[in-house]
């Protein structure tokens, strides 16, 4: 059974940082490009970042381009969302997917993901 997990979400004021993970079993994540979305409350979820099966192709939204950095360890099979310079409008649960295609801004929609964590949560809030 493949599962994703993601860990590290929390309660944090404007302005601090988060790191979240996302791990996997049943899966090697290192097979697969990953991608982190988001939903906020009453809103669709959205595509936040993405990153190739190697580490070096990279998106993000115009939204937390310069402020979120996301990154891989294929040897401990983690895939790691850096989140800096946090603003209340980035509260939402995020959730890592598989994505069977490659990392892009077009790919980046949450019907063509293949396996999802159950989400964390990320509240930025004073």
């Known amino acids: 059974q493949v599962q994703l997990e993601e860990s590290g979400g929390g309660l944090v004021q404007p302005g601090g940082s988060l790191r979240l993970s996302c791990a996997a079993s049943?899966?090697?994540?290192?097979?697969?490009?990953v991608g982190w979305f988001r939903q906020a409350p009453g809103k669709e979820r959205e595509g936040v970042s993405c990153?190739?099966?190697?580490?070096?192709?990279?998106y993000y939204a115009d939204s937390v381009k310069g402020r979120f950095t996301i990154s891989r360890d294929n040897a401990k099979d983690v895939v790691y969302l850096q989140m800096d310079g946090l603003k209340p409008e980035d509260t939402a649960v995020y959730y890592c997917a598989s994505e069977p295609f490659p990392c892009s801004a077009q790919e980046m929609v949450p019907a063509l993901m293949d396996y999802w964590g159950k989400g964390t949560l990320v509240t930025v809030s004073s």
């Open positions: 049943g899966l090697t994540l290192g097979h697969y490009h």
């Open positions: 990153i190739g099966r190697s580490g070096d192709v990279t």
